[in-house]
């Protein structure tokens, strides 16, 4: 039986809308299950992009994906996004609109990137109010996705994957679970990643997100430029398992390759679609694991975020 997803089809095995992809996709229009869009990028354009994307809304089911929402912030929420937001998702038909559980400003400023929360009761509570009232703005349900994060706050309580579990049952939306945040983060902060899958209100995922990252050494870095490697794909398989399956989607976005290598990348899901009977175990992911070496030390290191502690208490 098909696990609920808030309802949300499983729309197989989609693809991040990119420009550069453009041409190809209007000459050729590939058979291609869905895309999925930067929201950002299209909310305020009437030009070339926009006519884009609503020729190919006619066509492949459309995702919104935002990177603005700042769901964690103290700043109040942007009403005026909320409503362009909305406007977008009603204009191109929208299966669904996901952010992400982080922070990107606050006191009016934007520090473009996406920064990971404190892990508390109080900040559990004041993201659990504002994506209640998220909801309300768009009349319907948001998907949340994990982040990857290089720092955690030593004021944390509770581990990511508890948040994120509590934050989905307490405000009632979707979870978009990006299998490579899980892996790139459980490098980084020296966790189990398959404990952290385990923890996933499984009925609770909409989406998955597939990408490729990069490997410095000390730890990995989020950078959405290449293959996906072995250990994400055999989270992937765990994931799937536990779920009975969700939209998948590759991200690749930077040193983006044509539009058939990157769709090829994502078809290689059906490989990992089917083996439950060899599930990895902890031991076994454990062992897959790249040789890095990375201690606890980013549990410690200090972040412009602590300023804004108090306000969230
Ligand atoms: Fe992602």
């Given at each position: 039986?098909?696990?609920?997803?808030?309802?949300?089809?499983?729309?197989?095995?989609?693809?991040?809308?990119?420009?550069?992809?453009?041409?190809?996709?209007?000459?050729?229009?590939?058979?291609?299950?869905?895309?999925?869009?930067?929201?950002?990028?299209?909310?305020?354009?009437?030009?070339?992009?926009?006519?884009?994307?609503?020729?190919?809304?006619?066509?492949?089911?459309?995702?919104?994906?935002?990177?603005?929402?700042?769901?964690?912030?103290?700043?109040?929420?942007?009403?005026?996004?909320?409503?362009?937001?909305?406007?977008?998702?009603?204009?191109?038909?929208?299966?669904?609109?996901?952010?992400?559980?982080c922070?990107?400003?606050?006191?009016?400023r934007?520090?473009?990137?996406?920064?990971?929360?404190?892990?508390?009761?109080?900040?559990?509570?004041?993201?659990?109010?504002?994506?209640?009232?998220?909801?309300?703005?768009?009349?319907?349900?948001?998907?949340?996705?994990?982040?990857?994060?290089?720092?955690?706050f030593?004021?944390?309580?509770?581990?990511?994957?508890?948040?994120?579990?509590?934050?989905?049952?307490?405000?009632?939306?979707?979870?978009?679970?990006?299998?490579?945040?899980?892996?790139?983060?459980?490098?980084?902060?020296?966790?189990?990643?398959?404990?952290?899958?385990?923890?996933?209100?499984?009925?609770?995922?909409?989406?998955?997100?597939?990408a490729?990252?990069?490997?410095?050494?000390?730890?990995?870095?989020?950078?959405?430029?290449g293959?996906v490697?072995?250990?994400?794909?055999?989270?992937?398989?765990?994931?799937?398992?536990?779920?009975?399956?969700?939209?998948?989607?590759?991200?690749?976005?930077?040193?983006?390759?044509?539009?058939?290598?990157?769709?090829?990348?994502?078809?290689?899901?059906?490989?990992?679609?089917?083996a439950a009977?060899?599930?990895?175990?902890?031991?076994?992911?454990?062992?897959?694991?790249?040789?890095?070496?990375?201690?606890?030390?980013?549990?410690?290191?200090?972040?412009?975020?602590?300023?804004?502690?108090?306000?969230?208490?």
């Amino acid at each position: 039986m098909p696990l609920p997803r808030l309802g949300h089809p499983n729309l197989g095995l989609g693809v991040g809308l990119r420009t550069v992809h453009f041409p190809h996709l209007l000459q050729h229009q590939p058979d291609v299950d869905w895309f999925e869009i930067i929201s950002e990028n299209f909310m305020d354009s009437q030009g070339r992009p926009r006519a884009v994307l609503e020729q190919l809304a006619e066509r492949y089911p459309i995702v919104m994906h935002g990177v603005s929402m700042s769901i964690g912030s103290t700043d109040p929420l942007d009403q005026i996004y909320l409503r362009k937001l909305k406007a977008l998702a009603d204009a191109v038909r929208a299966q669904w609109v996901s952010d992400h559980i982080c922070w990107t400003g606050v006191a009016s400023r934007n520090s473009h990137d996406l920064l990971p929360l404190p892990y508390t009761e109080q900040t559990l509570r004041h993201v659990v109010e504002r994506v209640r009232t998220v909801q309300e703005i768009l009349e319907r349900p948001l998907v949340l996705e994990n982040p990857s994060s290089y720092v955690t706050f030593a004021a944390s309580t509770m581990p990511e994957w508890e948040f994120v579990a509590r934050l989905a049952d307490e405000a009632d939306c979707g979870l978009l679970l990006d299998v490579n945040n899980v892996f790139v983060s459980s490098v980084n902060h020296d966790f189990d990643p398959i404990e952290y899958l385990d923890a996933i209100p499984a009925e609770r995922v909409v989406q998955f997100h597939l990408a490729g990252h990069t490997n410095l050494g000390t730890h990995l870095i989020d950078t959405h430029d290449g293959h996906v490697i072995d250990p994400v794909w055999e989270l992937y398989r765990h994931a799937h398992h536990r779920t009975g399956g969700a939209a998948t989607l590759l991200e690749w976005d930077a040193k983006i390759p044509p539009f058939p290598v990157v769709h090829a990348e994502v078809l290689k899901a059906r490989d990992y679609m089917t083996a439950a009977l060899t599930l990895p175990t902890s031991r076994e992911s454990e062992s897959s694991a790249p040789e890095v070496t990375v201690g606890r030390v980013a549990a410690v290191v200090p972040h412009p975020a602590s300023i804004v502690l108090a306000e969230v208490e």
